[in-house]
Structure formats: C-alpha cells, structure tokens
C-alpha cells in the first residue's frame, strides 16, 4: 500500500505557472500508473492527467491539454504537475492517485486504488 501527500498548491494570479509534487511512501512507488485529478466546489472530481509506471507514456484531458503537464521520478518517489498558464476556473482542489491496473493509462477515478488528501490551487483574475 502506498501513502501520497501533495505539496505545492497557493494562491497565485491568472497567467501564473505552479508546480505540484505528490511524494509517495510504503509502496514500490513504480510499479503504479499516477494520475492528478481536480474537485471544485460543487463539481465532480475531474481528470487531469495520467502517466505510466516507468513514465514514458502520458494522457491528458482536453481541458488542460498543452497548459499542464505530469511527470515523475521513480527514484524520488514523486509525480509532479507542471501547470501553466493558470487560469481561474483552474481554482479547485488537486488530488495525485495511484492505480493498481495491470496496464494502460487509467483515466477514471474508479481505476484510481490510492490518494493523497489534496492541495488547494486558487487561481485569482
């Protein structure tokens, strides 16, 4: 079983960049697909962005496509999100998830098994 905590969420002003890690603990932390997700007030839990165990392959939603990016490193133990180009309706709660799924760059919170507790992001105009 793996433990995550996120860090480096903030207040920050549209236009702004912000990256976030997700460190990861108890686990062989490279055997799992990660993924980031999002939860605004009143909305559901959105998915932002997946990538693979050795981190080769990546996915993203439409929605942040070309302004956010995820990467990791095994040996640190920790996933990161590159977030540019920040926009208002970007302020929510960000969560980093592991998957326990065989294969494949998993996309829906179901495929997710593990979470950290989330880091506020707040995005102001």
């Known amino acids: 079983q793996v433990h995550l905590v996120e860090s480096g969420g903030g207040l920050v002003q549209a236009g702004d960049s912000l990256r976030l890690s997700c460190a990861g603990t108890?686990?062989?932390?490279?055997?799992?697909?990660m993924a980031w997700f999002r939860q605004a007030p009143g909305k559901e839990r959105e998915f932002l962005a997946t990538?693979?165990?050795?981190?080769?392959?990546?996915a993203s939603a439409d929605s942040v496509r070309g302004r956010f990016t995820i990467s990791r490193d095994n040996v640190k133990n920790t996933v990161y999100l590159q977030m540019n180009s920040l926009k208002p309706e970007d302020t929510a709660v960000y969560y980093c998830?592991?998957?326990?799924?065989?294969?494949?760059?998993?996309?829906?919170?179901?495929?997710?098994?593990?979470w950290g507790q989330g880091t506020q992001v707040t995005v102001s105009s």
């Open positions: 998830a592991a998957s326990l799924a065989a294969y494949g760059l998993p996309r829906f919170k179901y495929q997710y098994d593990y």
């Open positions: 108890g686990g062989t932390f490279s055997r799992y697909p």
């Open positions: 990538i693979s165990r050795s981190g080769a392959s990546t």
